[in-house]
Every structure is written in structure tokens, then in C-alpha cells.
């Protein structure tokens, strides 16, 4: 019914950026708070970011300054742009509306 894809995954230095996109197709009406979490081996998934009905964004703490959520609604696609990567961050990132979820896509960050 709702298929949210994923891209931009892969590989990066400490330091350097990615960029990821979700593009949501399938029954998609109106707008949808969309956000983006992530999971480290052994850890839990957790909220990275976070957009609204209305466009307000949210995001951990741990990324506040360097990870910018955004989306493009006539595309039904958002994204998340990831500055001053750290080994921390690393993780499979996945895109969320309600109650789906994309297949999720690996960030590794090379220290």
C-alpha cells in the first residue's frame, strides 16, 4: 500500500556528509509527519529527526547543529543532510511515516 524508499547510505569519513532521501508512493494523501531514526549494533532505534505537519523539525540532541531534515512535499520525499559525521553516527538510518517504515539504509562512518 505505502512503500517508503530509501538512497545515500555508504561509506564516509569522520568528518565528511551524506545525504539521505525517502520517497514515499503508494496511497500517500496530504502531509505526513515524516522522521528519520537510526540503530547501532546492539543499541535501540532511536528519533534523529523529525519533521511535522506543519514543517516544525525536531532533533536529538546529539546531532543538533549538524543534521538538517528537509522535505519536498510535491515529491513526497524527505531528506536528511548529515555534516561533521562522526563514528558515533554510524548505523542503519531508517525513514518512518506512521506506521511504516522503510528497508533502511547503512551509514558507516570510518574513523
Known amino acids: 500500500q505505502v512503500q517508503l524508499v530509501e538512497s545515500g547510505g555508504g561509506l564516509v569519513q569522520a568528518g565528511g556528509s551524506l545525504t539521505l532521501s525517502c520517497t514515499a508512493s503508494?496511497?500517500?494523501?496530504?502531509?505526513?509527519?515524516m522522521g528519520w531514526y537510526r540503530q547501532a549494533p546492539g543499541k535501540q532505534r532511536e528519533l534523529v529527526a523529525v519533521?511535522?505537519?506543519?514543517?516544525?523539525?525536531d532533533y536529538t540532541d546529539s546531532v543538533k547543529g549538524r543534521f538538517t531534515i528537509s522535505r519536498v512535499q510535491r515529491e513526497n520525499t524527505v531528506y536528511l543532510q548529515m555534516n561533521s559525521l562522526k563514528t558515533e553516527d554510524a548505523g542503519v538510518y531508517y525513514c518512518?511515516?506512521?506506521?511504516?517504515w522503510g528497508q533502511g539504509t547503512q551509514v558507516t562512518v570510518s574513523s
Open positions: 519533521i511535522g505537519r506543519g514543517g516544525t523539525t
Open positions: 518512518n511515516m506512521g506506521l511504516h
Open positions: 503508494g496511497s500517500v494523501f496530504g502531509i505526513n509527519a
